[in-house]
């Protein structure tokens, strides 16, 4: 796992990307919760689930068909504002499914433990990407805060909430500029 601040971080950030209109606090405190829910997996991980089995950490629970399901499940229980399944609560269903995935995604770049099973159950290969720059965090709250926790909190904040400021505030910034270009379009000469 990348650590538990930077995948809600995460979720918190893709929420200001996705979205335009004010959104309910329960969006955002879900969107956070969603960046972090496949580690649940940990628990298993600690009672003694096999890691590398299909239930093990990094497993099933990290797939995108976990995130299809989880996403659509949490996206029926907590909106029907928008009304169920328009067109609007399907993007918001798609956003936490993009969530949620961002989570796997972010695991596939950590430098420690086995890949994540992005086609489990179908395909229980694991995978991770080419490029791995982030290290891998500690399962557990007390091994967190140690010089290895230190040195993951120095690796996310680099390789992840860097980048992720960046991308959002270049989306903010097109975003203003663009409320201004329409302004000027449809205002008065
Ligand atoms: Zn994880």
Known sequence: MASAFTHG??????????????????????SAL?????????????????????????????????????????TLAAFNDPPRFSKRWWALAFYFFIVITSHGVLDAMTTGGLGVGFFSPFDTTRYFFPWRPIRVSPIGIA????????????SELIWVWLPMLVVLGVVMVGRRWGKGKMKDEIGER
């Open 143 to 154: 091994s967190f805060f140690s010089k290895w926790g230190a040195r993951v909190i120095v």
């Open 34 to 74: 969603c960046g972090i829910l496949p580690d649940i997996d940990s628990v298993g991980h600690m009672l003694g689930v096999e890691y590398s089995s299909l239930w093990g950490h990094r497993g099933l629970v990290h797939s995108l068909l976990f995130a299809l399901v989880a996403g659509l499940l949490i």
């Open 9 to 30: 971080f995460v979720g918190l950030a893709l929420g200001k990307i996705f979205t335009v209109r004010r959104m309910p606090a329960r969006f955002w405190v879900l």
